[in-house]
Each structure stands twice: as C-alpha cells, then as structure tokens.
C-alpha cells in the first residue's frame, strides 16, 4: 500500500461547531496523535467568508496530511485524512462524528497501491 485516503463529508452538523476556530484547531492538534501518526506542525486554521463562512484547518503529519473545511451556513464538514501508512479508520470516522454530531456522513477509503 502506498496510501490510505479517508474522505468524510458530514452534513447536518452542529452550527456551533463549525464555526468553532478552537475546536477545529483542538480537532487537528488531537487527531495525528489518536490515529499514531507523526504530528510535523501546529495546526493551521483560517477563517473565510467567501463564498460561504467556514473555516479551513491543516496538519501536516509525516505521513502527508490532514485537513478540514466546514461550510456554516450549508452545516457541511469535509475531512480528509491521507497518510502512507494505515490508520484506524473506524476510530477517526467516531471521533470526527462526535465533534461534529452530523445527521448524515458519507465516507470513502482509497488505497493507494504502488
């Protein structure tokens, strides 16, 4: 395997939550470290309101990378999770749900062979 990319669109999430720049950042800095991935920076957070609010967070991981962008007003989260070695993918999709508390996820894994 050269690659496992988890995807996870989550909609109908909390509001609060979305727009929450010190949960995102908490999110990111958490992650890398509960999936036993190699944290390589502090997380990255920006705020945006062009062309909707939200905001969008990255850690860079030495495995390549996480990132999360949340629409407010659609109540959407996007995540993505690609790293060179394989990770609990049932144990991201828990948490991010818990932080997020959707009423509908989709999910896709890619693997990235050689």
Do not use: Q, W
Not at 56 to 77: D, K, M, P, Y
């Amino acid at each position: 395997m050269r690659g496992l990319h988890l995807i996870l669109d989550m909609y109908k999430c909390s509001e609060k939550n979305l727009g929450d720049k010190t949960l995102i950042a908490k999110i990111l800095d958490e992650l890398p470290d509960l999936l036993k991935l190699t944290k390589l920076s502090k997380p990255f957070i920006e705020e945006y309101s062009n062309p909707t609010p939200g905001i969008s967070g990255f850690v860079i991981i030495g495995e390549s990378h996480i990132s999360i962008h949340t629409f407010i007003e659609e109540r959407l989260a996007t995540v993505d999770i690609y790293a060179c070695k394989e990770f609990d993918v049932e144990l991201a999709v828990n948490y991010l749900t818990s932080k997020f508390n959707p009423e509908k996820i989709e999910k896709h894994v890619l693997y990235r062979m050689l």
